[in-house]
């Protein structure tokens, strides 16, 4: 069933004066040639702007290749989808019956095309100021959490350092499932680190993908109670 | 020999609260450590930004793919470089002796990287509001001229097409000069419609490129001829 979008607003940190805006970013292009597949193209030239000002303050002694590897593993795909995951995007969205038989609603791509979509509605509804202050909000732990020492290690390698160096017990990786057909399997996987008692799903396109996109989440989980 | 960039600051209609921050958007890396890269990389994703809400707005019934070839006719390199040379950027900029030896202040990436770079050293000074405006006023014809019947054709087909359609002689396109060592040559050409009493230069890597250029500048000339 999908969950009446207010809810989603509240996630957010955003009311949206035309309600319709809001609509159109949830409408995957199954549901109707009226989509976000336009909003998309303009959010995501937003995002790429609000994280490369953010970046460029935030890492000034950052070349220009850093800070392009930087911005990506803010806004690339999986990321975008892990972010969507954790606002529960999915239940949110309109999607044609093929779609959602097929499990649209948890796909790493949808997720992240409308999480993109919504924001360039917000742009569209409250202005650039607007944008700026919910891209901020959303993505704060990800953009704190950067550095350049690790941008090139992945999630997995992280977590084990993190839990290593504090002599605790490795990550537990499990699969918790596997939908869609063959050619378009997506895998969810389990991260458990017992110690912190802490547990954490990642999806993707393979059980790799699954179980780094898991150790992301756990680090982010990691670190957002670091802040507190 | 440099000119003041009091003057570059005219012709694009923005005078720096921080000058500072105006000769960093113009200091090549060849010129010294701090250069502008990083604010090539902010300016990249302003423009990008700016001209995705601008085609966004403009072609309300174009899809996802169609405003991404739309925007990128128009910020890509080559043309970036055409507006830098309208500009007479290459005048300007801090070069390193090698780079002026090589004629670096006629060469393409050069001149679309300090473009953007200055986008992002007015973002920087004046703000998002500022930087827009400038854009928009720098872009106005490039913006206007597009169009999605005609975004697949080639300058040289489409110049050709205006020409043969009001019965006039087709341009005339020779070589001005050839520079730079055999692996990263320098190509100028002019495009001269004899009719129209016009002549346009084009610079790029190869002749053909370099034709192409000239005449997508003639394309441009005649656009603003027939706005006025």
Known sequence: MRQPIELLSKAIGYSFNDL?????????????????????????AILGFVVADELYHQFSSANEGQLSRLRSEVVKGEALASLAHELDLGIYLALGVGELRSGGQSRNSILADALEAILAAIYLDGGYEAVRQVILKLFKSRLKRLSLDTQKKD????????????????????????????????FCVKCTVEHLQLACEGNGSSRRRAEQESADCMLLQIYKIDEL
Chains 1, 2 share one sequence.
């Open 20 to 44: 319709g805006l809001f609509e159109n970013a949830l409408t995957h292009r199954s549901a109707g040639s009226v989509n976000n597949e336009r909003l998309e193209f303009l959010g995501d």
């Open 155 to 186: 999630p997995k390698t992280r977590l084990q350092e993190f839990l290593q160096a504090r002599k605790l017990m490795l990550p537990d990786y499990s699969v918790v499932s596997v939908e869609g057909e063959q050619h378009e399997q997506q």
